[in-house]
């Protein structure tokens, strides 16, 4: 396999499939499956889930609520998914454990990196759950934070979509998908991949980023065994 330890970003938005709210058991399954033959062919795998399939901080401070609070509110949020995660991948037979940025000891471990890494070690998924732990960062900053704590080779961003465009491709017809793209390109274009400081974080770490459909079978496997699957990021295009 072409990487060592890898880290996936799910968002709460993809854990929804076609719902309006919620998880799709279905996509937990999927992914359950895929993660499997990841472990199974010796990748170390970390994962960093969001929560905006139940609450957005952004959403929840433009309606009124204090910006902090929202976000917290959030925090919360990817630990409900966490579990959920781990409820499904320890029912497909991998071992798992979940470490949240925010103390709740009688559901999960408290974020220690030395921790992290033992597990992944040990083949263990690990799941991040609460974001960084603290308001006003994404949880696709918290992916590139965690990828470099832990010493990942790549960041796999698990979307609705199959790659980066130029716009949105659900809107737009004529929208242009990226094979390649330089941390400087992203940064300059602002183009909505990831937030600025996750895209700054990976380029200052030389932690490539690509960006994948979730919805199509076997590509969290395919990605992590080096097929070209979705758009790449890195220092050259």
Known sequence: MPYARVLLKLSGEALMGKKPYGIDPAIVQS??????????????????????NIFRGLK??????????????GMLATIMNAITLQDGLERAGIATRVQTAIEMKEVAEPYIRRRAIRHLEKKRVVVFGGGCGTPFFTTDTTAALRAAEI???????ATKVDGV?????????????????????VLRREIAVMDSTAIALCKDNNIPIVVFNLFEPGNISKAVAGESVGSRIGNSS
């Open 60 to 73: 929840g401070s433009a309606a009124g609520m204090d910006r902090a609070t929202a976000d917290y509110v």
């Open 31 to 52: 992914i359950a499956a895929d993660v499997s033959k990841v472990v199974s062919n010796g990748t170390q795998l970390a994962i960093v889930v969001g929560g905006g």
């Open 165 to 185: 465009y130029d716009k949105d491709p659900e809107r737009f017809s004529d929208a242009v998908r990226y094979e390649n793209l330089t941390y400087q390109e």
């Open 151 to 157: 010493n990942a080779d790549v960041v796999f961003k």
